[in-house]
């Protein structure tokens, strides 16, 4: 979203990113934006290390760490599904933002990608 939505819609009102390029946006971004991101990403970080030291688990086996929903299966079967569906859909991600960054450093050098992406 981060990488089209400003493409389609443009920029929020403000005076720190003015451009829809998301390689310059990110070299244009508040240094505070960048401290408070990574403040976050160490809190989620502290808290998914603290669950282990209790017991649980946030990719492997056993009780985890977040299920708001109880969506995690009970049964070892349908948690060995979950778990390849979670790694397929994870790899599907990392192929995708090597396309978009192929297609944005070579244009054109990614079938089905528009050169506005």
Not at 75 to 86: I, N, P, S, T, V
Request: glycine share 10%.
């Amino acid at each position: 979203m981060g990488w089209i939505a400003p493409k389609i819609f443009g920029t929020f009102d403000s005076t720190d990113v003015t451009t829809t390029d998301p390689i310059k946006a990110i070299f244009e971004a508040d240094p505070q934006w960048w401290a408070q991101f990574f403040l976050l990403c160490g809190i989620a970080e502290g808290a998914k290390y603290r669950a282990t030291l209790e017991g649980k688990t946030f990719t492997g086996p056993g009780e985890p760490f977040l299920d708001y929903l109880k969506l995690y299966p009970k049964d070892e079967a349908g948690r060995k599904d979950m778990h390849l569906k979670e790694l397929k859909n994870g790899r599907l991600a990392m192929i995708a933002v090597a396309a978009y960054l192929s297609n944005y450093f070579i244009p054109g050098s990614v079938p089905g990608i528009p050169a506005i992406f």
